[in-house]
C-alpha cells in the first residue's frame, strides 16, 4: 500500500437510521417524530469533516457487499481515500433515537465483527475509532504515527476491560466525560494525554479546561465527529493541542448552531485564532 495521507481514520462506514423523539421513555413507548436514512459511523463522519477542511485523509473500514454505493461514492467524493474490505454480511447498520439532547444507539456491526487485514499506516495522526476492538489492537502495531485510541460510545458493550490496555498503547486518548469516568474506575490514565470533551462546558486536556460557547436548541448529534475532524485539521495547519482543541470548540459550536446540513465552514481558519472577535 502506498504512501498514506496525513490522517488516517479506522473506523465505521454506517447505514444510520436516525428516528427523531421528543423524550425517551422509561416504560411505554414514544412517537417517532421524524425517521432519517443517512450515511454514517464516526469513522466516515470524522474523514468526511476533516476532509471538508483541507486535512489529507484515508479511511479503513469493512463494510457490507451490499451496502449502498451511492453512500460509498459520497465519501470518495469528499476528498477521503478509503480502504475499504466487504463482507457477506450485511451493515453495519445503526439505529439511533435522538431527542436533540441526548442519543442512544444500537448496532448492527455485521462485517465489524470480523478482524481485518492488517496495513502499515504511514500517516502522521492514526485515529482509531469505534471498531473491532482486535483489529484496532494489531493495527495500533502497524501505526508509525501518533496513535490515537476512541473508543466511543462502545467502550462497554466492545471492549472487555482487559483489552481497555489499548489506551496504555495510545499517545492521544479522545474520550467523553462519561467514557472517562468510567474507564479511570479500573484503569490508570495518564490524563496528560486524554482529551476529554464537556459537551456545552467544552473539553479538558491536560487539567485544564478549554471552554466553549454553549449552542442550545439544536441536536448534538454528530457534533464529537466534527470536534474530532476540526481538531485534526487545526493540527494540520501547524497549531499546537491547546489550540487546536479551541479550534475546534469553535468549530463544533458554529456547526450545532447552524446545522450540519448547511453549515459554511469556508473560513473556519478564523475560528483558530486566539484573537477571534466574531461570535459563532
Known amino acids: 500500500m502506498g ?33 432519517r436514512r443517512e450515511l454514517g459511523g464516526t469513522g466516515a463522519n470524522i474523514a468526511m469533516n476533516a476532509a471538508k477542511l483541507g486535512t489529507p485523509v484515508t479511511l479503513i473500514s469493512r463494510i457490507s457487499e451490499k451496502f449502498p454505493e451511492d453512500f460509498i461514492r459520497k465519501i470518495s467524493e469528499s476528498g477521503v481515500e478509503l480502504i475499504l474490505e466487504r ?40 485515529h482509531f475509532a469505534t471498531s473491532n476492538p482486535d483489529w484496532i489492537l494489531t493495527l495500533m502495531d502497524s501505526c508509525k504515527g501518533v496513535k490515537v485510541f476512541d473508543p466511543g460510545q462502545e467502550i462497554k458493550s466492545r471492549w472487555k476491560k482487559e483489552k481497555l490496555a489499548a489506551a496504555d498503547k495510545a499517545d492521544l486518548l479522545f474520550l467523553n466525560e462519561d467514557e472517562f469516568n468510567y474507564i479511570t474506575s479500573f484503569h490508570n490514565i495518564d490524563q496528560k494525554k486524554a482529551i476529554v470533551t464537556l459537551g456545552s462546558r467544552g473539553a479538558m486536556f491536560d487539567s485544564e479546561i478549554i471552554e466553549t460557547v454553549p449552542v442550545r436548541g439544536h441536536s448534538t448529534l454528530g457534533a464529537g465527529d466534527m470536534f ?16 487546536s482543541i479551541m479550534c475546534a470548540n ?25 484573537n477571534y472577535a466574531g461570535r459563532v
Open 87 to 126: 463482507d457477506k454480511a450485511d451493515g453495519p447498520f445503526c439505529y439511533i433515537v435522538d431527542t436533540g439532547s441526548r442519543q442512544i444507539a444500537f448496532m448492527l456491526e455485521g462485517p465489524m465483527n470480523k478482524v481485518g487485514s492488517n496495513y502499515k499506516i504511514e500517516s502522521k495522526y492514526c
Open 3 to 35: 504512501e498514506m495521507n496525513y490522517l488516517t481514520v479506522v473506523g465505521h462506514i454506517n447505514v444510520d437510521f436516525i428516528f427523531e423523539v421528543r423524550g425517551i421513555p422509561k416504560f411505554g413507548s414514544e412517537e417517532i417524530r421524524v425517521l
Open 250 to 274: 469553535r468549530i463544533t459550536s458554529l456547526y450545532l448552531k447552524t446545522g450540519r446540513s448547511s453549515v459554511n465552514l469556508s473560513k473556519w481558519k478564523e475560528l483558530c485564532q486566539d
Open 228 to 243: 474530532r475532524a476540526a481538531f485534526y485539521s487545526a493540527l494540520y495547519i501547524g497549531n499546537d493541542i491547546r489550540t
